[in-house]
């Protein structure tokens, strides 16, 4: 946003402690506290002055305000402070420089002198502990009700403090609030932040005594959601009884917006209660297995203007799946911005020697817009250059090969002029890791079949974290570590064969990884990821994709043609056929090669002190109904992996292939997706800053 000029601020929590550190001890990860911020953080500006009140638990109690209504007031809360620290954030090449604005925590009485004068000391800084605990750690284990507790008041903590301020800003110049939705976007990103839209509703009603009927004209022209995930857990529900504990005038507001909606539901469709039912802001319980919730992706949508999908794929799952009703209600409502990264940071930073090579061929241009990189097509027919591309490559690689001796003991000797096949991102059994493990123990089976195999060698990376709380995510990384002791200590892979599992995945550790890596894995099962912006920062670097036609996968296809990218496995629309009658034991029973793999893992082949360690994922495979199709796409994945490995040989071609990929990813510049955004969302227009006019 900066460096497009456009006028804007970012808003989260300061949390004191990161998403984890991820150890790996006996192969299985340990998550440890990722202090971030123990040495001070040289770039933000701490802000004292700028503190504003949370609330949190009480009651509502009713008035009449003297013109014939009845107000509410939210009294005998809770309080907590919110302090801002704030971030610039400076554009490339330009004098426009935004604001990162993160909220922390801060007890309304840091200490309470009475208890420490009877000598209860614990009591005297408990209320200090307490309230500072909202901004302690990012993503809190919420299995407990405890740890759902404490995100929904995260949730709303950062979301009141940042209302608050947006409204103090808009104040400054405006009397009345007709211009707010001119002058004020609000993009929420996913459902985390929906309880904005009920905020914004209590501050317009409440507070600044606006009428219901136009404070929700404004909240809806001002609020923008942007969904981020197909997957129904991730969609958002809070119970009736936990909202209500903690933010019960924002139940009563959210009742009373889902009343006017279905009310006008009612007028349109007439005696359809299953559709009322479907599209209520409020799921009803159903005894023993839910309780009565407030769906947030509902209220999202019904509070926005704009609901958008972050990939073509993804936006129609959207529109003719997970909310179809609402865009048959909404259909102008519903549009799609596919995600996009940053060639500055994910090239021009992380990969120096190819950034400049390509600005020697091309030019600079393609900093700030991306595809001045098709200039490089004709590159690609170039000896001289990919010879210099395939230079600057292996460089990376051998970075890669530092990476591992230094995080590893135990070095382990891989071949430099192997396949780098790399799989980084979160664990999630969507995203099947376990997939692509099972590929490389085929591998491995048919290496000890047949010594003398001629193969191309391969080294398999990993990375990425799971939950704490993902019990199977964390048993697949114990699996994939177990493979690797296997694999890599057997003589007879002969350096052919390599499993590599690197921990604790970051920013920082995603820089070494893209430049180095020459097949990206993006297998998800089709219609699962949303997105994915992975893909994009492989590709950007010259990595060749295997994939599925899932999320972004299918417009990076269009862009660099099917010659240049490895698609395999089931489509969406051949899942949703299969799904009724699918039976992953045929699959197991009719392939001989995975029939064996299975049974290895199961058989206690990877765990000989404890041959059942890994049965929870044959479960999942056999008896669990195979949920992500796991091994529907096996045989697929495994041929496609065959054609990799062909295409590998010769490397002429294969560069060839590497410098196209990288020539069509202008498309999936976060530049294209901005400016998307500013002009059919916020309706925003760039707003050049030149320092030598500007008054100091």
Same mark, same amino acid.
């Given at each position: ?190 459902? @985390?932040?929906? *309880?904005?839209?009920? !905020? /914004?509703? $209590?501050? =317009? ?7 219901? #009927? ?99 794929? @993804?936006?129609? *799952?959207?529109?003719? !799946? /997970?909310? $179809?009703? =609402? ?7 519903? #549009? ?109 089976? $048919? ?250």
């Amino acid at each position: 946003m900066a460096t497009l000029a456009i006028p804007g601020y970012g808003y989260g929590i300061r949390y004191e402690y990161g998403i984890f550190n991820q150890g790996i001890k006996d192969g299985e990860q340990v998550e440890q506290p990722d202090n971030w911020l123990r040495y001070g953080n040289p770039w933000e500006i701490a802000r004292p002055e700028v503190l504003y009140p949370v609330h949190y638990y009480g009651e509502v109690v009713q008035f009449p305000n003297g013109n014939g209504k009845i107000a509410h007031k939210w009294i005998k809360t809770e309080t907590v402070l919110a302090m801002a620290y704030d971030t610039p954030i400076p554009g490339y090449g330009v004098q426009n420089v935004n604001t990162l604005r993160l909220w922390s925590s801060k007890a309304s009485r840091e200490f309470d002198f009475h208890h420490f004068n009877e000598g209860d000391y614990i009591s005297a800084v408990r209320s200090k502990t307490e309230s500072e605990t909202i901004s302690k750690v990012l993503y809190p284990n919420d299995n407990r009700h405890s740890g759902k507790e404490l995100r929904l008041k995260q949730e709303y903590f950062f979301v009141a403090a940042t209302l608050q301020d947006i409204i103090r800003r808009y104040k400054k110049t405006r009397k009345t609030f007709d211009e707010f939705p001119d002058k004020v976007a609000i993009q929420l990103n996913d459902t @985390h932040p929906a *309880i904005a839209i009920a !905020e /914004l509703m $209590r501050i =317009f009603v409440d507070v600044e005594d606006i009428p219901w #009927e136009k404070a929700w004209e404004l909240t809806r022209a001002t609020v923008a959601y942007t969904n981020h995930t197909v997957l129904p857990e991730a969609l958002e529900k809070w119970t009736v009884e936990l909202l209500g504990k903690v933010l019960p005038r924002h139940l009563e507001i959210i009742y009373d917006i889902n009343y006017h909606f279905l009310r006008d539901v009612r007028v349109r469709y007439p005696n359809n209660e299953e559709l009322v039912q479907r599209v209520s802001l409020v799921e009803e319980p159903v005894l023993g297995i839910r309780p009565k919730s407030i769906r947030m992706a509902n209220l999202a949508i019904v509070g926005s203007h704009r609901v958008n999908g972050v990939a073509a794929l @993804h936006t129609e *799952i959207i529109k003719r !799946e /997970l909310f $179809r009703d =609402f865009a048959l209600m909404f259909p102008d409502k519903f #549009e799609n911005k596919t995600n996009g990264i940053t060639q500055r940071r994910w090239l021009a930073c992380c990969n120096p020697q190819l950034a400049s090579l390509i600005t020697e061929a091309i030019g600079d241009k393609w900093m700030t817009d991306l595809y001045e990189m098709e200039k490089l097509i004709p590159f690609a027919d170039d000896p001289g250059f990919r010879q210099a591309w395939q230079k600057v490559k292996q460089d990376g690689k051998d970075i890669l090969i530092e990476v591992v001796n230094q995080t590893w003991k135990q070095k382990l000797h891989i071949d430099k002029h192997s396949i780098f096949d790399c799989q980084v991102k979160r664990i999630h059994e969507y995203k099947r890791q376990l997939l692509n493990l099972l590929h490389a123990i085929t591998l491995y089976n $048919r290496l000890r079949h047949n010594p003398n195999l001629e193969m191309v060698p391969r080294t398999i990376f990993f990375s990425g974290k799971a939950a704490p709380g993902y019990r199977q995510a964390k048993l697949i990384i114990r699996l994939i570590n177990a493979v690797a002791d296997v694999i890599n200590n057997d003589v007879i892979t002969k350096d052919r064969l390599r499993v590599v599992f690197l921990p604790n995945y970051r920013v920082s550790l995603a820089e070494k990884i893209m430049p180095g890596a020459e097949l990206s894995e993006q297998i998800s099962t089709a219609g699962m990821e949303a997105s994915g912006t992975g893909n994009m920062k492989f590709a950007l670097n010259g990595a060749l994709t295997i994939g599925t036609l899932d999320g972004a996968n299918i417009e990076i296809a269009e862009e660099v043609g099917s010659d240049n990218i490895f698609i395999f496995g089931l489509t969406v629309e051949e899942i949703a056929k299969l799904k009724p009658h699918y039976s992953s034991w045929d699959y197991f029973h009719s392939d001989p090669e995975l029939n064996e793999v299975l049974n290895m893992i199961g058989g206690g082949y990877f765990s000989p002190l404890d041959k059942e360690l890994f049965h929870p994922i044959l479960f999942s495979l056999l008896e669990g109904g195979d949920q992500y199709f796991v091994l529907a796409d096996y045989h697929a994945y495994v041929e496609c992996q065959e054609r990799v490995a062909q295409a590998y040989l010769n490397q002429d071609q294969w560069t060839r292939k590497s410098i196209l990929n990288a020539a069509k990813m202008g498309k999936f510049s976060s530049d294209r997706t901005i400016q998307e955004y500013a002009q059919s969302i916020w309706r925003v227009s760039p707003v050049a800053v030149n320092m030598a006019t500007c008054d100091v």
